[in-house]
């Protein structure tokens, strides 16, 4: 039995996209890079997507935000570097050096906490200096001289975060992010597309899965309905005139989101067809009457080339990361 069978919605996860989509980072940013792949691939599969960044273009530095991340990513790529973006607890300091994991320092508290584990281990380690260069988030200012406060700390790569696409409030951040001896990086995704990058590093994150899910799904039911008559929860549609509705096997529970009620649309053979009523926990219904009731079974494309990322960021009012990183579990990843 696939994967793609085990229920008529499924994601397929185009591994050759994001290889290529590698490959133009470190074009237009002439620089190596650190793959984010925290929130699991921003809902691509984490495992699975580093693994291949790994084997087919040579990634060997990654990012992720828990240490839960980190230890199920050092299973599978044993020598790889792996960057903690987030807070780790005192608690978990011993997977940290054991697996040699690179917890980020962003301020005295987890400075102090942890140069205390490795001076009562007898350790040295390896970490990564945040810097806040304006982003107001995480990060030393950047006159902080780390290592004669910590010396057991080895400061193996420095970080700071862009802000906005304001190109004078970004300048003003560049201007403050000067660690000329280390290796360091300033842009994720937006900068590396908006700016001449200098460091030997980026980190890139959404833009390394652009166009790389798409999700598909099919008609299971047909119905005709008609004039007055009402679709799904609340009645938040009535027909004003006869129409077919296809029932597709997607809901919120999915990460189809319910602001797509009477909001979204599906593309079906040809056609685009409109979301229609609340958009439930594990359906959907659209308006298949551009198509005529011979439309079971047919495929429905729910995101990818003809209702993209970004259209449905729009129509929820959101970001496309959210709308990636909401895709559910219960949804089959296909990679091909």
Do not use: W
Request: one cysteine or more.
């Amino acid at each position: 039995m696939s994967t793609k069978n085990l229920r008529p919605t499924y994601a397929r996860i185009d591994l050759d996209r994001f290889a290529s989509n590698i490959n133009a980072v470190r074009e237009q940013s002439n620089a190596d890079i650190i793959a984010v792949v925290k929130a699991d691939a921003y809902g691509h599969g984490m495992v699975r997507l580093a693994k291949h960044a790994y084997d087919t273009c040579n990634v060997k530095s990654f990012a992720v935000a828990t240490i839960a991340e980190a230890m199920a990513l050092r299973e599978v790529l044993p020598s790889v570097r792996i960057i903690i973006l987030g807070y780790v607890d005192r608690d978990f300091y011993q997977y940290v050096t054991d697996l040699n994991l690179h917890i980020s320092i962003f301020d005295d508290e987890i400075a102090r906490s942890y140069h205390e584990y490795l001076a009562n281990k007898d350790l040295h380690a390896p970490i990564v200096l945040k810097i806040d260069t304006g982003m107001g988030r995480l990060g030393f200012p950047p006159n902080i001289d780390l290592i004669k406060r910590y010396p057991r700390f080895k400061i193996d790569h420095v970080m700071s975060h862009l802000a906005t696409v304001d190109p004078e409030y970004t300048e003003f951040q560049e201007s403050l992010f000067n660690f000329k001896g280390f290796e360091t990086s300033l842009y994720a995704s937006a900068g590396i597309l908006m700016r001449n990058n200098t460091h030997p590093f980026v980190r890139p994150g959404i833009i390394l899965y652009s166009s790389v899910m798409s999700i598909y799904s099919k008609i299971v039911h047909v119905q005709r309905l008609s004039k007055g008559q009402s679709v799904s929860y609340g009645r938040l549609f009535q027909a004003d005139k006869e129409c077919i509705v296809g029932v597709v096997p997607i809901g919120y529970a999915d990460g189809y989101d319910r602001r797509l009620t009477n909001n979204g649309r599906m593309y079906v053979n040809g056609e685009y067809c409109p979301v229609i009523g609340t958009v439930c926990m594990d359906m959907t219904m659209i308006d298949l009457s551009a198509i005529g009731e011979g439309a079971y079974g047919m495929e429905v494309e729910i995101m990818g080339e003809h209702v993209t990322t970004a259209e449905l960021a729009e129509r929820c009012g959101t970001i496309d990361y959210e709308i990636l990183c909401g895709i559910s579990g219960r949804i089959p990843r296909v990679y091909e």
